[in-house]
């Protein structure tokens, strides 16, 4: 083959790969969009979204959000209003099920009464910076006066949202897309129409915490086995190591359990969770750890595992402080009604001379101090080597009695963050 031969040979391959490069780069890359006008006669566009864009919602505004839309489209169900009705449907779902204004109410699942609608799992689409589309499963529930005799149902659909024209538009019973069935819209945008605007929804962490711990509550009297699901595994073995055992602690404080109402809230997040820590009106504590909105698992106190601020906190603290976060837990476990964590602080000397048994410390408690303890600590001092001397005042937290007890405490401070105790009333 002479030089001309050769220099066009190796011209054509490279001018080949510059055509397959450009090919290549052209491509829709793996989880963007692609725009398609191929066999369609309306000349709509065609985005394809990858299935492995879809994830549990995390932002607790955006769940919120998406659940109040539901929450419209509902009330416009119950009113029969069937233009504002067919306004917030999809126009893929009117088209692949042949909707109009005058059959929309023929065609979609129809509710008499008002519905208390719960999201209880949502998961996004994210197609395109400002549009995506929510998977939502949850309940209503058709009797707004009495939890008791309330009937749930179960209901699936989809939310779109158009984050630039803040707009949405409704999918009823759309299922969670499997992974052979790629959702795919016809549109880059949602218009405007009738009453298909949303506004933000913005959650305080307190509400967060007040609607993690009714939720927990409600599964304590309807659903024990998926409340005792909820409990962290390891605190769940340490704590409640059968569900039974989950069962006698709401028979003992029930009362105060499927009750709760946050008092203070503090949030801290990492990599896989968000952590809400929850301290009651009663001096209660409970650890939330959020994987997703509504997915997540509780502690019911926070002395069983000790969470990282409380050990950060007592290193830092001197001797006086230790001794009053040592005395905060057992307090906690008082009203906790773990009498047997706390009977496991006395000191040994201690126990053997006033409480031989367990029981006849919780007789003792019983007898002596409240359900739920409020204490204020009115004196100190640490004039004897290694211990540390507290008075304190101790009332009734639930205000329903009156009488005041005056402790007598004293902490000696051993290894890390361990301690023993005694403590005696003073007339």
Known sequence: MNLKKWIFAIISIIILLIITLVILLTLPKRGQTQEQDEGRQDGAKEIVIEYESLVKVKDRNTFFTVASCIDKYLIEVVSQDAQNIYDLLSTDYIVHNEITVDNVLSKIESYEIPQIFSAKVMYELNYTDSLSTYYVEGTIRDDIFSEQEAKEKVIQLAVQLD????????????????????????????????????????????????????????????????????????????????????????????????????????????????????????????????????DYTIELDDYTIENTDFIEAYQQANNRDKGLLNLDRFFEMLNMQDFESAYNLLDSNFKQNQFKTLETFENYIKTNLFTQNNVSYTEYNSQIQGLHTYKAIVTDATEQNEKQVTLSLVVKLLEGTDFVMSFSIIN
């Open 163 to 294: 984050k630039v024209n803040r707009t949405y538009t409704i999918l009823p019973n759309e299922k969670v897309p499997s992974s052979d069935a790629i959702p795919k819209i016809t549109t880059s945008s949602i218009e405007p129409k009738g009453q298909n605007t949303y506004y933000s929804v913005n959650m305080l962490d307190t509400q967060m915490a007040n609607m993690y711990l009714k939720e927990f509550a409600k599964l304590l009297k309807t659903d024990i086995r998926e409340a005792y699901n909820k409990l962290q595994e390891e605190y769940k073995q340490k704590r409640f190591p059968t569900q039974s055992s989950l069962e006698q602690y709401v028979k003992l404080k029930k009362d105060y359990v499927l009750e709760p109402q946050a008092k203070s809230v503090s949030v801290s997040n990492t990599d896989q969770e968000t952590i809400y820590t929850i301290r009651d009106y009663y001096g209660n504590r409970y650890i939330i750890k959020e994987k997703a909105v509504l």
